[in-house]
């Protein structure tokens, strides 16, 4: 195969993974809020899509420009910052899977901006972490935001019709599948500048 064709399919493949694994937060989030309503609504499933996907979409940004602003002093050691956040991102998704959540038995399935603002930023932490990770990765800004806010928006409107049908059966799945793909791809960027693997 072309080098140039599986460089491109490489790269769209860690895109894809790179935005399903941040949007699994969004994810078991929506499914939680899907265990608590009696039926669901077509439009506070796109709420909770927009919500979801448009922070999702946003904190890489702010990250990103956040990180480009002293991008130049740490070049020697980025691929470090890069392994360390997804590392920590993904850990912190797996450990979270495995706590106790007692949150979906007391939501209140509420779509307005006062319940889903606190919500959607609170799962958009982890995506503010990726962006600066972006300002030292050779990553296409825009396609991967654009990836990012489009996955979330869709799986967050299907956990909510799969919140609503098969309850929280696929939440600690889901979590812990989105934890390891991060500390995957941090341990492949290491490995590529340590000279272990083909850049």
Request: glycine fraction near 10%; hydrophobic fraction near 55%; proline fraction near 2%.
């Amino acid at each position: 195969m072309n080098p140039l064709c599986t460089t491109m399919i490489a790269s769209i493949v860690q895109t894809v993974l790179i935005s399903l694994s941040m949007a699994m937060d969004a994810f078991a989030i929506s499914i939680g809020k899907g265990l608590t309503v009696t039926r669901v609504r077509a439009t506070d499933a796109m709420k909770t899509g927009l919500w979801f996907g448009g922070f999702q979409a946003l904190f890489p940004v702010i990250g990103y420009f956040a990180a480009s602003t002293f991008a130049s002093y740490v070049t020697a050691f980025d691929h470090w910052i890069i392994f360390g956040l997804l590392a920590f991102i993904g850990g912190n998704m797996i450990h979270e899977a495995f706590e106790e959540e007692e949150e979906n038995s007391k939501e209140t399935a509420q779509f307005d901006w006062k319940h889903m603002l606190p919500l959607a930023v609170a799962c958009s932490i982890d995506a503010f972490a990726m962006g600066v990770s972006f300002a030292f990765m050779k990553t296409n800004l825009i396609l991967q935001v654009t990836s990012i806010g489009v996955i979330t928006a869709i799986l967050s409107i299907a956990g909510i019709y799969i919140g609503r049908v098969f309850g929280a059966r696929w939440q600690k799945p889901a979590q812990i599948a989105g934890g390891v793909v991060l500390l995957l791809i941090g341990f492949k960027v290491l490995l590529e500048h340590l000279g272990f693997l083909a850049l």
